[in-house]
T-cell receptor, first 120, second 114 residues
Framework: GAVVSQHPSRVICKSGTSVKIECRSLDFQATTMFWYRQFPKQSLMLMATSNEGSKATYEQGVEKDKFLINHASLTLSTLTVTSAHPEDSSFYIC????????????????FGPGTRLTVT | GESVGLHLPTLSVQEGDNSIINCAYSNSASDYFIWYKQESGKGPQFIIDIRSNMDKRQGQRVTVLLNKTVKHLSLQIAATQPGDSAVYFCAENRSPGANSKLTFGKGITLSVRP
């Protein structure tokens, strides 16, 4: 159980175009979803926290107008990289958690397989 | 500033030996810690977690130890196998009760020699 999928797994796009990445919780309802980016040989950096039906909370330094996040249902969140540039090339990973922040059982995050974005 | 960090960037062990991966954290308010394994090109995979009211927790071939006095977390892997080769991350929740965000450490590469 607790499977998270991402689509696409790889995408190559031209500079200036927009790319949408989907994150789905397949067998559970995710109260909260998280978006990370990871550069080669580096750790995961949290970009934003997304709760179903509300606006995402972005981490400091992450441009919310460039990285649009929509969490329309308890099983789907999307990240759209708008007007992509080569420096946006990265590995984007989503995760989902089950409960509410006050519930310690919710702290475990289930990760998707990641999306490799290459902007040419 | 506060950080979650790892002491060594790489660890090479002989197949069959035990591995110990260490992690230091600096936020004494953190109440939940978790170890993830990440294979190349994949998302992180849960290994084991521990809450701050515990100092040890065991899983299958893995043990996590938490020393709150020195803010130290370790992951022990028994009888290390080639399939254990990966990057390992420790992560912590720094804002218990406020949110469920995790802060990740830098990661350490475990390489298992046949």
């Amino acid at each position: 159980g607790a499977v998270v999928s991402q689509h696409p797994s790889r995408v190559i796009c031209k500079s200036g175009t927009s790319v949408k990445i989907e994150c789905r919780s397949l067998d559970f309802q995710a109260t909260t979803m998280f978006w990370y980016r990871q550069f080669p040989k580096q750790s995961l950096m949290l970009m934003a926290t997304s709760n179903e039906g509300s606006k995402a909370t972005y981490e400091q330094g992450v441009e919310k107008d460039k990285f649009l996040i929509n969490h329309a249902s308890l099983t789907l969140s999307t990240l759209t990289v708008t007007s992509a540039h080569p420096e946006d090339s990265s590995f984007y990973i989503c995760s989902a958690s089950l409960g509410t922040p006050r519930d310690l059982a919710s702290y475990e995050q289930y990760f998707g397989p990641g999306t490799r974005l290459t902007v040419t | 500033g506060e950080s979650v960090g790892l002491h060594l960037p790489t660890l090479s062990v002989q197949e069959g030996d035990n591995s110990i991966i260490n992690c230091a954290y600096s936020n004494s308010a953190s109440d939940y810690f978790i170890w993830y394994k990440q294979e190349s090109g994949k998302g992180p995979q849960f290994i084991i977690d521990i809450r701050s009211n515990m100092d040890k927790r065991q899983g299958q071939r893995v043990t996590v130890l938490l020393n709150k006095t020195v803010k130290h977390l370790s992951l022990q892997i028994a009888a290390t196998q080639p399939g254990d080769s990966a990057v390992y991350f420790c992560a912590e929740n720094r804002s218990p009760g406020a949110n469920s965000k995790l802060t990740f450490g830098k990661g350490i590469t475990l390489s298992v020699r046949p």
